[in-house]
């Protein structure tokens, strides 16, 4: 299957390009003739146009350079193949899934081969008496959730990318998303994995009974390591079941941001666990309506969507505590839906939210996670540094787990306007940073957080870090200068 | 607060002694002195009877050594003052919490200093509006529990020792318990860590905020990674309402292993997820009532004891379902009850079964961990273990998750038995693997686990091992020889 299917959204407006630079020991003719021999044809391109199409994921203005060659491997011997040829060559790999990812974790550099694991769809093996699932790291996650859902089970991660997104990309950026305020982030649902290590072994990690605790949790170390420690092949993944749970949905309006973090703190601190609580301000509200006219509430400045997913009379109740809580924050409305098509009406502005602001032009997407209780601060200050920067930020939110997207846009072709969104995101950082918060709640570190990175770990951590990459990784063989700055 | 408080189960029978190895170029009396000077006199022991009580942990017959010193941790400083002085001077540090482990993990080796932290028992923060809890790693798992009861917060992991057993311990062991079946393990709930390293710098690991993804997930690295990575002074630990659950027990008792063990795969298969699933066997049901003379219930053979903890209707609704799925699979009787004093009621015997059972003999007590559905199998294969080997082995298991403990106990001073029992215990952990298990599913590997890891890793992941203990201990200064074989 093709990761880059119909579904797939307007391909983003070509970012900024380096000039490579290759390492000056390696004779990229001899290296592109050498792979060209080393597996079929139809797995090795060197076409221009392919070059060009892999050489970045979704992340805007995030550094790149051309690879020496896209390979598409089918199964884990040319996975293998390829770890060790650019490891006896001097080259290096870049591991990608669908290329969906926010941070540039997938660009290539300078040196490196473009290695997707697209093609690698297999779904080995669906458990339902064991609810767990192994599947190659090429597959669809939306291909998954249905396979297991045809036997009554559910795969819960969902980063919004989930109709295009692999597995295995999710897996190597621990992706999180909607419903992690409940049900946790993909490494929550990994209970281990196949492996290609940078020497070209391939190692099986975790297990596939429910606990286990034999050795170092080495499948948590490559959960989220961005394929710098391994190239992720298969995965084996605990599902849940899929009955018991009846979605409700509450959607309110509020005149501020601040009233909606009140409500969103309200919610937290009254003990409701809800599966959703997602915010999208007056930014997001008129882009979708002006594409969609979908007749959001008028006056409206921020939308807080939630469902709660307790069956019967406790889903009821919940709905409607939170519904309370929102008017007491002072909501301007509130609408409610229980069956799934009102579900699906009630959180269709938040699912047009992205869509709609990349039509408005490129959008270089923040990734902060602050305390929840700071949400409202930090929505403060976003919209203080796009006033003082003069730039548009919308804001989606993963309001529940205090995750902000900020997605700061500038119009096509306007150089100043991209340098103004660049210090407003540098400057959101550290607003985040200073209330508490991390640099990346769920899109990783990639390229585009490292500085970020720097600031939050510290020399020692980072210390950690680099033994850790040298221990397993002794050439820099794997997705050299991502997850972490050198 | 002492960790070995009056809660404290009966101290095991004294295990075989093995003679200490003292390193050659080490010596100890210099380093005795050295010690005494370095740290107030309260906080070191070189008494005899202190060096004994805290040579190992509760594991029966793992090996163990007299160590230099035993030093009672009261702060990060002490703890960065012990690691720097072992590392100065070509000791070891053997780091302990209350010493409930039982794979050996805490055992003192040759040259080592026994570091107990089980002084520094501070709550440090409690956070109910991001529901997190700080808290060294001394603290008493129950006095967490009820420090955050009291703002109402509930803190899951609940191994069989937490009314003694440390936090600390409980991450460097990722220890289990009951409620795992539905609420995971402590690595779920760790959400970061103060940390000293084995050249006694100190590192925040992990976050505060709900989500995040900055770099490599070394929190998961340290949790159950038994000392030897690095010494945990300090927990950032992710809390749940305490609001919102109904427990209600449904307890079965079975003519037989095969129908208990059909009622699992039954309850599982159904997508019902209970909040505990446990299993005793005849052996334990007879050993509790030989002591407590409850009643248990005539003729049977296993008992199956499941908790659900949805409220309400729903919470009634699955209580009905599982008790219909244990007379299906054919109870002889099945009880039921719904308040707090009747869930415990029915829950006693499981929980005094292993007291009733140390009262037997020293207990051997193994921790494997099966596919769900081989549950039945296990179980017969270790039926016939005691059986070829003459020896007694009860079972308690947490049957939902697949995770036995067969107790193999052998009459105190008895040589012979003592053999015999070691002889099943391997058998078991083969048996184990070959239905495609895990050899430890919640204890760790510690000492007794070392040659099961080496069968279930494999050489390729062994050498991770030691590549990432090499990169973050070169020198072998943390807990030694422990975790997975050298």
Redesign the interface.
């Known amino acids: 299957m093709d990761a880059r299917s119909s579904d797939a959204p307007p391909a983003p407006d070509a970012p900024i390009r380096l000039e490579p630079t290759e390492p000056e020991s390696i004779d990229l003719g001899a290296a592109r003739s050498a792979l060209a021999v080393l597996l079929p044809a139809d797995r090795v391109s060197l076409d221009p146009a392919v070059l060009a199409e892999y050489a970045h994921d979704d992340a805007e203005w995030a550094d790149f350079a051309e690879s020496v060659a896209v390979v598409f491997a089918e199964s884990v011997d040319d996975v293998v193949a390829v770890v060790r040829f650019a490891a006896a060559s001097g080259l290096s790999v870049v591991p990608r899934g669908a290329g969906t990812g926010l941070s540039g974790g997938a660009n290539a550099s300078a040196g490196a081969i473009v290695l997707s694991l697209e093609r690698m769809t297999r779904i080995v093996e669906v458990n339902?008496?064991?609810?767990y699932a192994v599947a190659e790291a090429g597959v669809i996650n939306d291909d998954l959730r249905q396979a297991v859902a045809a036997v009554?089970l559910w795969y819960p991660p969902d980063p919004a990318s989930y109709r295009i997104s692999t597995i295995g990309g999710n897996a190597a950026?621990?992706a999180?998303g909607i419903c992690?305020?409940k049900y946790?982030?993909t490494?929550?649902y990994v209970l281990g994995m196949r492996v290609v290590?940078a020497d070209g072994?391939?190692?099986?990690?975790g297990?596939?009974?429910?606990?286990?605790?034999?050795?170092?949790?080495?499948t948590?170390?490559m959960?989220?390591?961005e394929g710098t420690?391994g190239i992720i092949v298969e995965l084996i993944l605990k599902l849940?079941?899929?009955?018991?749970r009846e979605e409700r949905a509450v959607v309110g309006s509020f005149g501020s941001l601040e009233d909606a973090g009140r409500a969103v703190?309200a919610i937290?601190?009254a003990?409701?666990?809800p599966s959703a609580l997602e915010l999208i301000d007056r930014t997001c509200i008129e882009a979708v309506d002006a594409w969609q006219h979908l007749g959001l509430p008028h006056g409206a400045d921020t939308m807080l969507l939630a469902t709660v997913d307790?069956?019967?009379?406790?889903g009821a109740e919940r709905a409607d505590a939170v519904a309370a809580l929102m008017r007491d924050a002072g909501a301007l409305g509130v609408e409610r839906g229980a069956s799934p098509e009102e579900v699906d009406r009630l959180f269709l502005a938040r699912r047009l939210a992205y869509p709609s602001l990349e039509r408005l032009g490129p959008v270089l997407t923040e990734d902060i996670?602050?305390?929840?209780?700071a949400v409202p601060e930090m929505l403060a200050r976003i919209q203080r540094a796009a006033a003082d920067h003069d730039v548009v930020i919308a804001n989606i939110a993963?309001a529940?787990?205090?995750?902000l997207h900020p997605l700061i846009i500038a119009p096509e072709g306007d150089d100043a306007a991209k340098a103004r969104a660049k210090l407003a995101f540098d400057r959101i950082v550290d607003d985040c940073r200073a209330l508490?918060?991390?640099?990346?709640?769920?899109?990783?570190?990639g390229l585009l957080?490292l500085p970020?990175?720097r600031e939050?770990?510290?020399e020692?951590?980072?210390g950690?870090?680099r033994?850790?990459k040298?221990?397993?990784d002794p050439r820099g063989v794997l997705n050299p200068g991502k997850?972490?700055p050198e």
């Open positions: 339902p008496a064991e609810r009554g950026t621990n999180g992690c305020v946790g982030v490494r929550d290590l072994s391939v190692v099986d990690l297990r596939r009974t429910a606990k286990g605790v034999t050795g170092y949790d080495l948590a170390l959960i989220g390591s420690l849940l079941p899929l009955a018991g703190a937290t601190s003990g409701v666990v307790e069956p019967g009379a406790v996670c602050v305390p929840r209780s993963h529940g787990d205090g995750n508490g918060g991390t640099v990346t709640g769920e899109h990783g570190v957080k970020g990175a939050e770990l510290g020692r951590v980072l950690m870090h033994a850790i040298d221990a397993l997850a972490f």
